[in-house]
Structure formats: C-alpha cells, structure tokens
C-alpha cells in the first residue's frame, strides 16, 4: 500500500530537485588520511547562471544537524508545505525565497556522523573542531577538482547557529591555501 503513494511522491515532488542537471546532486566524498571519514552533500545549482555566478559551502548548526534543515526549512529551493496533518505524507513545494536564485550552494552534512555523513572506523567517527575543518577544506579541495567549471566563481563558506565556530577557520585555511597555492603553485588556482 505504501509503495504506490512512494512513488507518487517521487513522480511529483522529487521533480523540484531535478532543476540541477548535474549527476552529483547528492555524494559522498572521502577525506582524512585513509578517507575513513565520508561527507555527504547535496548540491543545487544556480538557478540563472551557474557557470559564472556564486557558490557557497553551507554548514548548519551543530551538533549532529543535518543541511537538510537548511534546504527544507532556511535557505534552500523546496520546503514543506505548511498544512494540517491529515493522515498523508508531507508535501514538499518550491520556495520563491531560495538562496540557490543568486547562487549555487553545497549543502555539507558536516562534522562526520551529521545527517547521512558516516566514518568508516571508530577512530574516525570522533572529530574536533580542527579536525572538522581540515576535512572541510579537503573536502572543498576535492570537489573543485571534481568540478572544475566553478573555480572561477565567486566563493563563500556560511552556515547558521552553532555553524559560526568553523565557517572563519574553514574560510581563513581556503584563504591560506589559495594565497600558498598562488605564490607557489599555479597563478590562478582557486582552493
């Protein structure tokens, strides 16, 4: 009985997030030293022109919240419709309110454990906060490298709540790493 009205919800409501035509919509990517550590994102694009407009790395308030709060409830393209509980299942609807119409944004489940991010040994499953950040700046480093089109875009890191801990020292080690990588490395590499 539940498998008709599953898949009517997919046929109606799964279409908001097929606005991104990129495969990698939702993933994981590993990082630490073994990549015993695998942090899952959802990424919407742009809704205008994501080739050349901003994008950004949202965290949303820890401990253990997942940035699907931020895509259904702050800043994301879908949120629940609000409406007496009727007996059916939630009903997702487009927002007119979505960030992703002035930039394309990866929603990080950060740190490990987080939503559907997930370590692979005990000894991973345990972060700090400096821990934390590395991962995400070896994350970002990862995903520019997977998506190269966007490492000319304008560039943010933000998040909410308890989020305002990491988001300046995973902001300051992007910096650090470019500023290496530039006088170093390559002219115009981006993280």
Partial sequence: ??????????????????????????????????????????????????????????????????????????????????????????????????????????????PVGTGFSYARTTRASHSTDIQLCDQAYEFMRKWFKSHPKFTSNPFYVGGDSNSGNPVPIITQLILDGNTFLRKHIMADYIV
């Fill in 1 to 110: 009985m539940l498998q008709p009205q599953l898949q009517q919800i997919q046929k109606e409501e799964w279409s908001i997030f097929q606005a991104s035509k990129d495969p990698s919509l939702f993933i994981y990517v590993g990082v630490d030293e073994k990549e015993d550590v695998q942090l899952f994102y959802y990424f919407i694009q742009l809704e205008s022109d994501p080739d050349h407009d901003a994008l950004m790395l949202w965290i949303t308030g820890r401990p253990g919240c997942s940035t699907i709060s931020g895509l259904l409830y702050e800043i994301g393209l879908i949120q629940f419709e609000a409406r007496f509980y009727n007996g059916s299942f939630p009903t997702l609807i487009s927002t007119p309110y979505s960030w992703t119409k002035m930039a394309s944004i990866i929603f990080l489940d950060l």
